[in-house]
């Protein structure tokens, strides 16, 4: 049984149907902070399976021990953490106290339990500015946030945890933009509150929740101003997660690994993506850059290929495709 911590969130929703898919068990913990319950019954819908539901924090100790005790865990894919870099540099505290911490709270709740398989949900803001493009794994890594920092000290501490265990299988994923969601469009990203990521807040826009699409920055070194990122769909993404489960059931050790496309693609060139989905016209402003964006940030994602044998299936069209019929049917 795979234990998924933030399970009913966007991208821990779409890995647990993937998980099922592949013959994997699931329990998922959640505190819902940024998601719904009605997650978990949209996944028994599309898994045709019940799904085992905890919730709470994942700094709740005593909850982690219940856990262990009554599952038969033998691995966790920990998705459960804070994600926004704007808001981690207003409460920088709040995002080392959630995903350094609640880390930390997991793992030695595995400790205990004997549980050694461990695939964790980083983000390519490890790597920072100023990157040789694409980007690989072997790359500085120099976050320029408190939440790209926050990622980047959870992974040296599994390289430490893993080199003083070496029973330890550790997978840490390395995220590139994820979008889109499942094409039944019962499952997808719904945040609370005004989006931090471009593609819901131009659902939201298309669907006429918003006036305007604001675009940080028009004076990147890019091919049109706007800054330019790897784009991957949601569910290769969780079908990434389970590539490197199976890939802990042969191996041991710490291994990190993008997960992208190996394309980049601008905010203008996504907008107009997703007014060719839409069908509709997306009204946009722009305004300053802010604090932590970079021009361009793309995945060199040969070791994904190599090693997990995993690549990208999804275009940026299909995307959109998906996440606008997600978005319509939240407005149905």
């Known amino acids: 049984m795979i234990l998924v911590t933030g399970g009913t969130g966007y991208i821990g929703s779409h890995t647990c149907i993937e998980l099922s898919r592949a013959g994997f068990e699931v329990v998922v913990l959640d505190s819902l902070a940024n998601s719904s319950s009605d997650v978990v019954g949209r996944l028994e819908q599309l898994t045709g399976k019940p799904t085992v539901f905890y919730e709470g924090d994942v700094r709740d100790e005593a909850l982690l021990a219940k856990i262990f005790a009554e ?13 926004s870099l704007s808001d981690s540099l207003r409460d920088p505290l709040a995002y080392y106290s959630s995903n350094v911490a609640g880390t930390v709270a997991v793992l ?17 803001t490890v790597y ?48 590139f933009n994820p979008v889109g969601a499942h094409e039944s469009g019962l499952i997808g990203e719904r945040p609370l509150g005004t989006p931090a990521n471009l593609v819901p807040y131009l659902a939201q826009v298309a669907a006429g929740e918003r006036s305007a699409l604001k675009i940080y920055g028009r004076d990147y070194e890019t091919r049109d101003g706007t800054g330019v990122r790897d784009y991957v769909h949601v569910v290769d993404l969780a079908k990434g997660h389970v590539a490197a489960l199976q890939h802990l059931a042969r191996s ?44 361009v940030c793309v995945a060199d994602v040969s070791r994904a ?12 069209d299909r995307m959109c495709i998906d996440a606008w019929r997600w978005q319509s049917m939240i407005d149905a």
């Open 252 to 295: 041991r050790g710490h291994l990190v690994v993008n997960l992208g496309t190996g394309r980049g693609t601008s905010v203008l060139e996504m907008v107009n993506a997703f007014e060719r989905a839409s069908n509709k016209k997306i009204a946009c402003e722009f305004t300053d850059r802010r604090s932590g964006d970079v021009d």
């Open 305 to 316: 290929r190599d090693l997990l044998g995993w690549s990208a299936e999804h275009d940026v």
């Open 128 to 175: 920072g500015a100023f990157q040789a493009m694409p980007v690989n794994e072997d790359s500085v890594c120099a976050p320029i946030t408190a939440y790209g920092r926050t990622k980047f000290h959870v992974e040296q501490m599994l390289s430490d945890l893993q080199a003083s265990d070496p029973a330890w299988g550790i997978v840490s994923l390395r995220y």
């Open 71 to 83: 599952r038969e865990v033998t691995g966790v894919i920990h998705f459960a953490g804070l994600k």
């Open 108 to 124: 030695k709740a595995m400790q205990v339990a004997g549980c050694r398989t461990f695939i964790f949900s980083s983000s390519a």
